[in-house]
């Protein structure tokens, strides 16, 4: 319903296949979607088509199941988008009404082994917001860091983009994001169907 947050859930929940065509097919699957123990609903993730939130760039295919501290939901974290030689960035983009939204991203780095390997550029609306932001430095491994940004938007659309820092050993990642607003301001966070599938040429497969 308009002025209801968006959550997403972020990578994982879906499949490659290559088919006669040589097309590269990219599956969401049922029952991606998740509601947390507080009853709030996580969507699955999605790519970007006109008339709808979603991401462009990335491979959204990360899945990792580890004990994860800082949540009473690691589910949520097992799932990643993470960026790759032919991927180097990705972008989510939101549809909103103008007005101000609070943006807070979802990390819990699952690999690094001391701080300063992982370290992460994003950037909102056109402008830098984290700089070499090092969620392993932030709060340990294995564990939610939740940055978060009030944002005023403007143009009718919420645009965030996630890079490694020039610096950075590591590719950068995210595993969840709320878009939260201030007031009846956001349009209805529509997802597509659980069974939506993408096709891409089999080279662009990440």
Partial sequence: ???QPLRVNVGGFSTWNENPLDQAVKCYRPGADYTDGAGQLWLHDQEFVTGTWGAVGGNGSGLRVATISGTADPSLFHSYRYTASNAPSFTY???VDNGG???RLGFADQWST??????IDVQVEGQAWLTAYDPYAVVGPATVASPSLHVTVTDGLLEFTVAPNAAS???AFLNVFEVLPDG???QPPVAQADAVCYFFPAASRR
């Fill in 101 to 103: 939204y609070t943006l």
């Fill in 169 to 171: 050993l590591q590719p």
């Fill in 93 to 95: 983009k939101i549809p």
């Fill in 1 to 3: 319903q308009p002025g």
């Fill in 184 to 186: 009846s301001y956001n």
């Fill in 114 to 119: 001391a701080a300063g390997q992982r370290l």
